[in-house]
């Protein structure tokens, strides 16, 4: 940078002006350039003066610039205020008048906006205080509902329709309940201490009620052969179809239903059922044991035996014919097609316990456990063992005839039709050919080889 009168001037002005400039390290090469870095102590009074120094030549070159520019300055100065003035004075009156129409639009538009928005306000509280009335008002309606139908349930003449009017309560109660999100119906009604009172002290005890029931219903299906030799009557085996439908329908419904639900299984009436073919298992299990040891028992027991695998036959029957309910929940979800109807309540227990039958799954099973069993008798020794291998042949042809009759459904469980199915129908729907010799040859088979391969 040169001097107004065109002289050099010795001051690196580059330096200075340069944008990487680090005041820290140019300090230090100014230090090390008037000294040596072995000296002790460093001689500082020579790089402070040359800095002084230089500091004082750029006030003086200032000084020099405002004297001789002091005119062109002072005038333009003049020319600044004189363009400030003159618009000050244009603006003034524009913003008196900005000011006073915004008084006018504060006093007629935002004060009115606000006390608007405060009537908003108050009408939306209001409005989400008369949905969660509703809300409450109808959670009310459907629990007083429900205590009446579990009064119909549990009266001197129990009626087994109550169970499905109690499911589609109780879930219509949790169609509300479980919509919780802001603008839903169930939004809020957790805060209500009316409504978990009514889960606490109706809900939720008339729902275990009804599960309870239904439970004990599959639990007791039977159409009297397992109980007596006598057959039922025709009204009788409906009554027992109907109470063991409503049984299945509730605990389908009362399933746990998680949201979202693509694979969702009615898991409370697969456990139910489940439960019924492992209590038929186990004391069936149990009973030819017992027989196996003290063979003048064993006719009896195989009756028993049987008979129970008639009673499965017939509830496997009876779960074909039964089409998997409509689940309302479900529906809002928009399940596709298969996910909760359009099939019957006997295809998710067979996909459960993996079998193409539930009475073949039945002896298929109590062969798999019964050999053991078998095997532990001949293990021991003894009269049972001699007996039971010296009568190898008819225990066999026993055991045969067992499973044969056992795979025949009773006349009762033939009686009529189910939700207007034919008799032929029914007759075919457990799995195949029932009833003529030779059509379970591996069920037979099995069965037969479970205690007979032990007796050699």
């Not at 000050?88 to 608007?116: F, G, T, W």
């Not at 049972?384 to 009568?391: D, E, G, I, K, P």
């Amino acid at each position: 940078m040169a001097e107004p009168d065109d002289q050099p001037s010795y001051i690196d002005y580059e330096t200075f002006l340069a944008p990487e400039f680090d005041v820290a390290g140019f300090a230090n090469s100014l230090v090390l350039s008037t000294n040596d870095p072995n000296d002790a102590p460093l001689d500082l009074a020579t790089p402070l003066s040359r800095v002084l120094f230089d500091i004082q030549e750029i006030d003086s070159h200032i000084d020099l610039l405002t004297a001789r520019s002091a005119i062109p300055l002072l005038t333009h100065t003049k020319t600044q205020t004189e363009t400030s003035t003159r618009v000050l004075a244009d603006v003034e009156p524009q913003l008196a008048s900005l000011n006073e129409s915004y008084a006018q639009l504060e006093a007629k538009v935002i004060q009115k906006h606000a006390e608007a928005d405060e009537v908003r306000q108050v009408a939306l509280r209001l409005w989400e205080t008369l949905c969660l009335g509703r809300s409450v008002g109808r959670c009310l309606q459907l629990g007083r509902q429900l205590e009446v139908q579990n009064t119909e349930l549990q009266g001197d003449k129990e009626d087994h329709w109550a169970l499905v009017r109690c499911a589609h309560t109780i879930l219509s109660l949790r169609e509300v309940l479980q919509q919780k999100a802001p603008g839903e119906e169930g939004h809020g009604l957790d805060r209500v201490d009316a409504i978990r009172s009514l889960q606490n002290t109706v809900v939720a005890p008339v729902e275990k009620t009804v599960r309870e029931t239904a439970e004990r219903y599959i639990r007791e299906f039977s159409l009297g052969a397992a109980s007596s030799q006598r057959e039922l009557t025709f009204a009788q085996t409906e009554d027992a179809k109907a109470r063991a439908v409503s049984a299945l329908t509730a605990l389908y419904l009362l399933s746990p239903s998680p949201f979202p639900a693509p694979n969702w299984t009615p898991a409370t009436m697969l456990q139910a059922l489940e439960l019924y073919l492992r209590a038929a298992l186990q004391s069936s299990l149990a009973a030819l044991a017992r027989s196996l040891a003290a063979l003048p028992t064993l006719d009896r027991t195989l009756n028993e035996v049987s008979a129970r695998c008639q009673n499965i036959v017939a509830l496997e029957q009876l779960l074909s014919q039964t089409k998997a309910p409509t689940h309302p929940l479900h529906e809002l979800m928009a399940l596709p097609e298969g996910g909760s109807g359009g099939g019957t309540l006997l295809q998710p227990l067979l996909a459960k316990l993996e079998t193409g039958s539930l009475p073949g799954y039945f002896w298929r099973t109590l062969a798999g456990h019964l050999s053991p069993r078998v095997q532990d008798i001949i293990t021991r020794g003894g009269v049972s063992a001699r007996t039971l291998r010296s009568n190898r042949t008819s225990v066999g042809d026993a055991v045969r005839e067992c499973v044969i009759k056992g795979m025949q459904a009773t006349s009762a469980s033939e009686t009529g039709a189910v939700n207007g199915t034919s008799k032929t129908a029914i007759r075919n729907s457990a799995g195949g050919s029932t009833g003529a010799n030779g059509s379970w040859d591996r069920e037979c088979a099995v069965m037969v080889a479970s205690v007979v391969n032990h007796l050699r």
